[in-house]
């Protein structure tokens, strides 16, 4: 099993991108740089790819809304040249809040946008004449749209590899299909391993019925903050403003995926009085009706044993890697913890 983590988003970017090298000795294999309404995670991931060796570089998440399907194939292309072959691109459909909130663009045919995405990017590393024909995307611009100027044009520089890796962050049932017909791993939100199967079973099953031998296995990687030691479990109340966010504030009524999911793990009442309460704007009170049970379930924090069995109950459901917040006063303490969390994932 992989350990990852995510950089914070909110601040002390450089900061954490100096500690990088004590974690990568420490046997992190993959750092995710989120890209929400923040800075762009794309200038972030090239600084990190020259201050680091051997960690596998990740966007965790880039929307696909946001950049034409050329550019993000172009932009991979061009982080893993300057991180000699260690990139992965992660993307991910967002939400109307980002999408059409922040970006201003229709947020219209995830899944199909998705779909079309992949094969574009497959198409432009191997460096084949653009031409495509889609629902949603049509290369070069058809005749009678534009000026009627475009021709079939391919990648002037030739990518280091001709497939990058592709991992998709997805929750609902046929965008999960989706993932692991096309990609290369799936990045779902709040991961419960005893939940997994009944909430996604069907949907990954489908999905690598028509999978391509050539992908390999499905990498799928659960986040999870961690902490370990026996006073640790206060620290589960840490989590509560982020899930309330995702599960009361991110979509309005009946367009909130994190909502979705969460009634569908059995948390039907909690999801509908989390939402009231973050939608009126009392955010604290939204965040002290986060289940406990969920947050335990979703995290790494307790004693050693905990976590230990924790990581068999994710392993057991096939988790393959390990995306860790780790939570801890210093650096060196943080340190531990990923030194702690690589040995007890691969015992």
């Not at 450089?14 to 993959?30: F, N, R, W």
């Not at 031998?213 to 403003?241: F, K, M, N, S, W």
Request: aromatic share 8%.
């Amino acid at each position: 099993m992989r350990v990852g983590m995510a950089l914070n988003y909110a601040g002390g970017f450089k900061e954490t991108v100096a500690e990088l090298g004590d974690y990568e000795s420490a046997g992190l294999d993959i750092v995710f740089v989120a890209e929400a309404y923040t800075f762009d995670a794309v200038s972030q991931m090239g600084y990190i790819a020259a201050r680091t060796e051997r960690l596998q570089i990740a966007s965790g998440i880039l929307p696909i809304y946001s950049r034409t399907p050329s550019l993000l194939a172009m932009t991979a292309a061009g982080m893993d040249y300057v991180s000699d072959g260690r990139f992965v691109l992660g993307l991910g459909a967002s939400g109307p809040q980002v999408i059409e909130g922040f970006h201003g663009v229709p947020y219209t045919a995830p899944l199909g946008r998705t779909r079309e995405v992949i094969e574009i990017c497959r198409k432009v590393w191997r460096r084949e004449r653009l031409t495509y024909e889609g629902a949603h995307y049509t290369l070069p611009l058809p005749p009678g749209s534009g000026t009627g100027l475009g021709k079939p044009l391919k990648l002037i520089n030739h990518p280091v590899r001709p497939r990058i890796p592709i991992v998709i962050a997805a929750i609902g049932p046929k965008n999960v299909e989706l993932t692991a017909e096309l990609a290369e791993g799936w990045e779902p939100i709040f991961y419960v391993p005893e939940k997994a199967a009944d909430v996604w079973g069907s949907s990954l099953a489908a999905g690598k019925a028509r999978r391509d031998a050539e992908l390999g296995e499905l990498d799928v990687i659960a986040q999870a903050t961690l902490a370990i030691g026996d006073d640790a479990g206060d620290l589960l109340d840490l989590g509560r403003p982020m899930a309330a966010l995702y599960i009361g504030g991110m979509g309005a009524k009946g367009r909130n995926f994190y909502n979705d999911l969460a009634r569908r793990y059995g948390y039907e009442k909690e999801a509908e009085l989390i939402q009231d309460l973050y939608l009126e704007g009392r955010k604290d009170e939204a965040a002290a009706h986060v289940p406990r049970e969920l947050l335990e379930k979703m995290s790494l924090v307790g004693p050693e044993g905990f976590v230990r069995d924790r990581i068999a109950a994710l392993k057991e459901s096939g988790v393959t890697t390990i995306n860790v917040a780790p939570v801890a006063p210093s650096h060196a303490e943080r340190l531990k913890l990923v030194e702690k969390v690589k040995e007890l994932a691969d015992g």
